[in-house]
């Protein structure tokens, strides 16, 4: 690390405490040429690997701003949206890979914006997946009822067997049945 104020190639750390709940580490450094003191910021970087190629840093604003569109409408404040890209990024980083695709960004999205509302989870997940006709709105749909089922007939919503929830969207979630047409007679 340079010194700021004297561009002196070399500095010792003097004291380091967390920072943003932990995402950052601040060292208060000093220079041992000038004897100036100066802080830093450290944080891990975490890029998106978009369809395109490119790379970009990971970003909550971007999060927010992509759910906010499918929350457009809905009864969702934003310090709900702030905690909901806060989950994304926590899940984001646990995967332990400095960069992440695109596409498994908007995995994350899907299973917090599912508990925070059905209906932006919907239009999410719709866009996101690409849904091509109604009946995988219809398959969409029964997953959430069943879901909310299971959630409103346990005795302790917060004590909620998870594994006995379908859940098609999260990370590491496996792809939802099959769609299997009904004739009309």
């Known amino acids: 690390m340079h010194c700021p104020f004297c561009r002196h190639p070399d500095s010792r750390v003097v004291d380091s405490r967390e920072a943003d709940d932990g995402v950052a580490i601040r060292r208060r450094r000093a220079c041992p040429a000038c004897n100036k003191r100066f802080t830093t910021v450290e944080t891990a970087s ?3 690997l978009k369809r395109s190629g490119a790379t970009e840093p990971f970003s909550r604003a971007k999060v927010i701003s992509g759910v906010r569109k499918a929350c457009s409408g809905r009864p ?6 702030a905690r909901l890209a806060q989950q994304v990024e ?22 917090p914006l599912r508990e925070l509302d059905d ?3 919907l239009r999410f997940a719709s866009v996101y997946r690409g849904f091509d006709d109604v009946a995988a709105f219809e398959v969409e749909i029964a997953e959430l009822r069943a879901h909310q089922a299971a959630l409103a007939t346990a005795v ?3 004590v909620v067997d998870v594994a006995a929830v379908p859940r ?3 990370a590491h979630d496996p792809a939802p049945p099959p769609v299997h047409a009904t004739s009309a007679r």
Do not use: K, N, W
Not at 96 to 110: K, P, T
């Open 76 to 81: 969702v404040d934003e310090d709900a949206l």
């Open 90 to 111: 926590e899940t984001v980083r646990a995967s332990g890979c400095a960069e992440i695709a695109a596409h498994d960004v908007g995995l994350a999205i899907l299973a």
């Open 168 to 170: 098609y969207g999260g």
């Open 119 to 121: 209906v932006a989870y």
């Open 46 to 48: 975490l890029t998106v």
């Open 156 to 158: 302790d919503p917060a």
